[in-house]
């Protein structure tokens, strides 16, 4: 079968028997603090298991695409070094929520695998929790297996969680023997430690608890399932494969590598390793792209740098100099076309992400070898043969300099790297990642307890904006619920009906009033404790605020009015950049507020002036025409037929709304629109700017605030006119005009200041001393900058005739350095040498040719005592 076959029967065999056909979520999780990617089938519906959040069907099936490079669950280090580790796999998986249990999930997985997919039970192996005397029961009694094939391991193997809080329980295996040629032993023991021989088919999780921090485990609201059977896996034992890279889901892309690198597929030689971690990588830096990530130094996006680079490090290996994955990502597309085909249509701008990080990662590489050899340089002025492992980490993560790569320059250098104290840097490195990507989360209630999660708001913030008579169902304060709100207290408010819009979507939350007869309050902000359940931030101004109370509540039309002004005009925004940019621009996040909106959309080049021009044009175009917008509730799939875009990383529910702006437009969005286009008024861009790599940002405003921005513009350029003394068509020739003066002015002061310099340096006595028998002159000069202190140098090289000239100067409390040497002395010692061992003295680094070279560095005092001791270090490095 091929892996899309396998796909589809997966698919079929459960949707028969009254399971919903669930499409795969982003490897972005959604409102999820606990995990950096989605890492499992059961992500998308983990507010289902803890009961936060119902939906239509108790039934569901997924293919789920997942990536595991991080936290608890973390292949990485295993990619390409065995037969069935993966960064970016596929999860097939089956659910139930509260309906079936042990029984039936042990017997659909077993009718599929020996009854559908027809595997051979003689070469299966079960494994289950060590307590778990259910389990065995049905396996032994109702499935047949024979007790000598059912195994029983401990909480490391068969205790499945989804990290260090969350869903979890004990968990059954089924695993497939490859056969006793690839390891001979016990199979209990060789399932146990791992071994290639067997492999993991699918993992039948029973869950029962939550697990809470400090470890606490309650029980779940209701006993349920969730499987996960790896398609890579599944597709080689069908295909009859001994490894997954094998298989129709990898061979494509190997090939592909193959042909760049000049050599054969598999050579058993350390070559293939580099292979299936370059087909591994370029999978997973094809769908995080796609799915709206991109290179960062933090976060998500310094998983996907890493990513990138240690598969172009491999291609190095495999003797690939120049970028190549960008030529592979198509690859990808072709292969995962069937199951993901919106990849196809983001594959150019793919590309060029990964061209892009090649490019940074190459230029780095160079600069990174330069200060590389600083750091050996610093390691043995202390006397050292081992780089400390924080040295080692600065390299990797300024550069991406991976540790075997310093491993592997260091053993040409006979010294060695700290790896216990590069793995500390890194485990901080990742916790900081893990931190960031979570910091934006809001200090709301963060226990809900379980008297909150019966609770049911209706929302009417579509239809209305003000509703009487709402029911206060509670009250909380600090996060736990409360009888009352009283004077001067601030708490979080539930009501069963509510006019307020929640934040959501990146639209922020409505404001307004919260009042009755004997209480009055602001609402300063509405938002979400669980997806059901919709919380209003209240400020008491008078009174008392008691839960069973009746209340009139009013959202502020005026502040709202901007908000659907501002909302509206992004979706008129994302609409004009695909026209005139191309169908490659989606959104990757977006904030929309009373006062202005922020646009963030996938395209490689900054705009031009001519290009912000157009799109400005073209929103205000569609302002004019007064197009009405239209709105109606619909099926997720109904909506994604008819051509709506979602977008990066949102969650949807079962039911959507798709916002349509005539013909222009069409987008699955629950925000507050306008009634048409004409209410807007006017659009004005604020600035177009770069925020990551093949990442834009535009700020916009509408309405009343972009007339009031532009009479400010107006303001200005009156003033710029008077100042100047000139009519408005003539200010940019006057500014011209006055930046040439100045530059013209700059060029005689640099030139004023290094005559002078040198000057002062023919008046010094002793300033040239012979070091075995070259003249070096050695001199700190004030004033200059690293321009005018090469310009010095030079001069001063040529006056001397033969010889060696080190200056130093310190501007703006930096210091520079340069070192230049007649050509007649660059065969006993280089400028390039004497730079790397001067700059770490005043915290910095450089480098340069044999005859010059110079470098920045951080510690100002330091450098008379650099300069003295340059003298010294000539001498060694002639004797040398």
Request: with cysteine; glycine share 10%.
């Amino acid at each position: 079968m091929t892996s899309h076959e396998i796909r589809e029967t997966f698919l079929e065999y459960f949707s028969r028997r009254g399971h919903r056909i669930v499409k795969s979520s982003s490897l972005l999780p959604k409102d999820d603090p606990t995990i950096l990617f989605t890492n499992a089938g059961m992500n998308q519906f983990k507010t289902i298991f803890l009961g936060l959040e119902t939906r239509s069907y108790k039934r569901a099936v997924s293919v789920q695409k997942c990536l595991r490079v991080s936290g608890k669950h973390n292949d990485l280090e295993s990619v390409g070094r065995t037969a069935k580790h993966h960064t970016f796999f596929e999860m097939l998986g089956n659910f139930s929520f509260g309906d079936y249990f042990k029984k039936e999930a042990i017997a659909f997985a077993w009718e599929l695998v020996t009854g559908v997919f027809r595997i051979d039970k003689d070469r299966l192996y079960v494994t289950i929790y060590e307590d778990d005397q259910e389990a065995f029961r049905i396996w032994a009694g109702d499935i047949g297996v024979p007790a000598g094939r059912i195994f029983r391991y401990g909480k490391k193997d068969n205790y499945w969680s989804m990290g260090e809080t969350g869903p979890c329980g004990p968990c059954s295996e089924i695993h497939y023997d490859l056969g006793a040629g690839i390891d001979s032993g016990d199979p209990f023991a060789l399932i146990e430690k791992g071994s290639d021989r067997f492999v993991e088919l699918w993992n039948l999780v029973f869950m029962e608890k939550n697990q809470e921090e400090g470890g606490v485990l309650k029980p779940l609201p209701s006993p349920s399932i969730d499987t996960g059977m790896g398609l890579e896996r599944m597709a080689a034992v069908l295909q009859g494969k001994k490894s997954n890279y094998d298989t129709d889901l990898f061979m494509p892309l190997i090939e592909a590598i193959c042909d760049v690198a000049g050599r054969e597929y598999p050579a058993s030689d350390e070559g293939d390793i580099s292979v299936r971690i370059i087909a591994d990588h370029i999978r997973a830096a094809s769908f995080l792209i796609g799915d709206g990530v991109t290179p960062a130094n933090d976060g998500r996006g310094y998983v996907l740098r890493r990513l990138i680079r240690r598969a172009f490090r491999n291609g190095n290996l495999l003797g690939i100099e120049k970028p190549f994955l960008y030529r592979l990502a198509g690859g990808v597309g072709d292969v995962m076309k069937d199951a993901y085909p919106e990849l196809l249509t983001s594959m150019n701008y793919i590309s060029r992400v990964c061209l892009s990080e090649e490019e940074r990662f190459s230029a780095t590489l160079a600069s990174g070898l330069r200060s590389f050899d600083q750091v050996v340089a610093e390691t043995r002025n202390e006397g050292r043969t081992t780089i400390p492992g924080d040295k080692a980490f600065k390299l990797y993560d300024t550069f991406g300099f991976p540790l075997d790569l310093s491993q592997e320059l260091a053993a040409e250098k006979k010294m060695a790297v700290d790896e216990a104290g590069f793995a500390l840097k890194l485990d901080e490195q990742r916790e900081r990642a893990r931190q960031s990507w979570k910091g934006e989360l809001r200090q709301k209630t963060k226990r809900i307890t379980e008297d909150l999660k019966d609770l049911k708001v209706r929302s009417v913030a579509h239809e209305s904006a003000g509703v009487q008579d709402a029911e206060v169902l509670a009250i909380l304060k600090d996060g736990r619920p409360a009888p009352e709100l009283g004077p001067g207290e601030e708490g979080e408010v539930v009501l069963d009906r509510t006019p307020f819009y929640a934040e959501a979507g990146g639209q922020v939350g409505d404001t307004g009033v919260l009042k009755n007869a004997r209480f009055s309050g602001l609402v300063e902000n509405a938002y979400y404790l669980t997806p059901e359940l919709i919380a209003h931030r209240v400020k008491t101004l008078a009174g008392t605020l008691v839960a069973g109370d009746a209340v009139d509540v009013a959202a502020d039309p005026g502040r709202r009015k901007s908000i659907s002004n501002n909302h509206t005009a992004t979706h008129l925004l994302h609409a004009a950049l695909r026209q005139v940019l191309g169908d490659h621009v989606k959104q990757a996040g977006s904030l929309v507020s009373d006062k202005r909106l922020r646009f963030d959309f996938t395209h490689f080049a900054a705009l031009g002036r001519k290009e912000v021009r157009r799109v400005e044009s073209l929103v205000n175009e569609k302002i004019r025409e007064d197009v009405g917008v239209d709105t109606k509730v619909t099926s997720l799939e109904e909506g994604i037929r008819e051509g709506a875009m979602a977008i990066f990383g949102e969650k949807y529910g079962e039911t959507v709304r798709l916002v349509r702006v005539g013909d222009f437009s069409k987008e699955l969005c629950g925000g507050i629109h306008v009634r048409s286009t004409g209410e807007i008024g006017m659009f004005k861009v604020l600035s177009e700017s770069g925020i990551a790599a093949g990442i834009r940002r535009i700020e916009a405003m509408t309405g009343e605030e972009a007339f009031r921005y532009l009479q400010e513009l107006e303001d200005l350029m009156m003033g710029v006119e008077q100042g100047l003394g000139v009519s408005r068509k003539e200010v940019l020739s006057r500014i011209d005009k006055m930046m040439g003066s100045l530059e013209t002015a700059d060029k005689e002061n640099k030139a004023l200041r290094q005559k002078l310099a040198c000057q002062k340096l023919r008046n010094d006595e002793g300033v040239v001393r012979t070091v075995r028998g070259i003249p070096v002159m050695t001199q700190k000069v004030e004033g200059l900058d690293m321009g005018g202190l090469r310009g010095l140098a030079d001069s001063l090289k040529q006056k001397m005739g033969s010889g060696i000239v080190v200056l130093g100067a310190v501007d703006g409390g930096k210091v520079s350095l340069v070192v230049t040497v007649t050509k007649d002395l660059t065969s006993k010692v280089e400028a390039r040498a004497v730079i790397q061992e001067l700059a770490p003295l005043v915290g910095g680094g450089g480098g340069g040719r044999p005859d010059f070279a110079q470098a920045g560095g951080s510690k100002p005092e330091a450098l008379d005592s650099a300069l003295e001791k340059s003298y010294a270090l000539i001498e060694r490095l002639v004797g040398d």
